[in-house]
């Protein structure tokens, strides 16, 4: 099964910052669209950010202080996280052609999506 890998997470106080990295297999990175969703405890899972062929996209909590970006000669999706607040606090997951209104160039049957990495925020 494809698995893409996330990496990166941890503790930090509030305030602080973390990347995240995700290994994209070859043949589906820069193919389809590509992101970062999360769950908190208790909660469904949401939307973060994406990147849509040359269109990034955040969710509205996140806008300014998140970042994400992606490494062509890596396979690499980045998720640059600053001014980390304890509502941040998480498991983070990569994904690749999830469709929906994150990806309006298209959704191809393909639900790529990796295991997760936890962020904890501490106040």
């Known amino acids: 099964q494809v698995q893409l890998v996330e990496s990166g997470g941890g503790s930090v106080q509030a305030g602080g910052s973390l990347r995240l990295s995700c290994a994209v297999p070859g043949y589906i990175y820069g193919t389809y669209c590509m992101g970062w969703f999360r769950r908190a405890r208790g909660k469904e899972r949401e939307g973060v950010a994406a990147i849509d062929g040359g269109r990034i996209s955040y969710a509205d909590s996140v806008k300014g202080r998140f970042t994400i970006s992606k490494d062509n000669a890596k396979n690499t999706l980045y998720l640059q996280m600053n001014n980390l607040a304890p509502e941040d606090t998480a498991m983070y997951y990569c994904?690749?052609?999830?469709?929906?209104?994150?990806?309006?160039?298209?959704?191809?049957?393909?639900?790529?999506w990796g295991k997760g990495t936890e962020v904890t925020i501490s106040s």
């Open positions: 994904a690749a052609d999830f469709g929906g209104s994150w990806c309006p160039g298209g959704y191809y049957g393909g639900d790529y």
